[in-house]
């Protein structure tokens, strides 16, 4: 996943502190993925974790992503003198703080979406918590 375009080739690395105020509620599922610390997803750690919701389901019930990876991250290869300026965009990530909604899911059971959200979370470079909407 990456964005189709952007104003900026590349981007500051930025900080990463506050908590998430927007998309920090369940809007659209029965049950979501909540982070609860700040980190950077990158698109192969969302599909990686997407995959693993989907076969969790049997493709069951409904998913929603609710991270998009706009940020784009560069870097150089190794043992690359100092100078030379900034390196090529490798990839790109979503910003994460702690209170942001990775993921919901509706039309499957509470069972099988905490069986779900479990395998998720394991693939993801920060803690995270199964929470119900409402």
Not at 9 to 28: E, L, W
Not at 62 to 87: D, E, I, Q
Not at 120 to 129: D, N, W, Y
Request: proline share 4%; with cysteine.
């Amino acid at each position: 996943m990456q964005p189709k375009s952007s104003k900026y080739r590349k981007q500051f690395r930025g900080r990463r502190r506050g908590i998430s105020t927007r998309g920090a509620n369940v809007d659209f599922g029965e049950w979501g993925l909540k982070s609860l610390s700040c980190g950077w997803l990158t698109a192969k750690q969302i599909e990686s974790a997407r995959r693993a919701i989907a076969h969790t389901t049997s493709r069951g019930g409904k998913v929603w992503l609710r991270v998009f990876p706009h940020k784009p991250v560069t870097g150089r290869g190794a043992g690359v003198r100092m100078g030379g300026g900034k390196g090529d965009v490798v990839g790109h990530v979503a910003v994460i703080r702690p209170g942001r909604i990775l993921f919901e899911i509706a039309g499957v059971s509470e069972g099988l979406a905490h069986e779900a959200f479990d395998k998720a979370s394991s693939k993801l470079p920060f803690p995270t918590v199964i929470v119900q909407r409402g």
